[in-house]
């Protein structure tokens, strides 16, 4: 009921920044929270950001937290996140996700997923 696209992975420089996107079409009405997700080769999908539909509250994962900035356009239904001060450990596919949840900050809580973009960060 939902698609999500994400958008605006590469290769950045340590130190350097990134802005990604997500698009959602669909069923995309009602209270819901918008997040991303990453996913390093042999680690879990981990938590980054989330930003809620009423109020734009946002939350952030300790390890992005002063770095990372998320924001919304609900216009168009899409999604950024702004990384700066980027950390090779900050490698992984990066994933767009929905939520029906007015707040929602775990994975189990999300109900649809972007394919992902890659985002590699050199030392």
């Known amino acids: 009921q939902v698609q999500l696209v994400e958008s605006g992975g590469g290769l950045v420089q340590a130190g350097g920044s990134q802005r990604l996107s997500c698009a959602a079409s669909?069923?995309?009405?009602?209270?819901?929270?918008m997040g991303w997700f990453r996913q390093a080769p042999g680690r879990e999908r981990e938590f980054v950001a989330a930003?809620?539909?009423?109020?734009?509250?946002?939350y952030y994962a300790d390890s992005v937290k002063g770095r990372s900035t998320i924001s919304r356009d609900n216009a168009e239904n899409t999604v950024y996140l702004q990384m700066n001060s980027l950390k090779p450990e900050d490698t992984a596919v990066y994933y767009c996700?929905?939520?029906?949840?007015?707040?929602?900050?775990?994975?189990?809580?999300?109900?649809?997923w972007g394919q992902g973009t890659q985002v590699t960060v050199s030392s």
């Open positions: 996700a929905w939520s029906y949840e007015s707040e929602a900050t775990a994975r189990p809580m999300y109900d649809w």
């Open positions: 930003i809620t539909s009423i109020g734009g509250r946002t």
């Open positions: 669909g069923r995309t009405f009602g209270d819901y929270t």
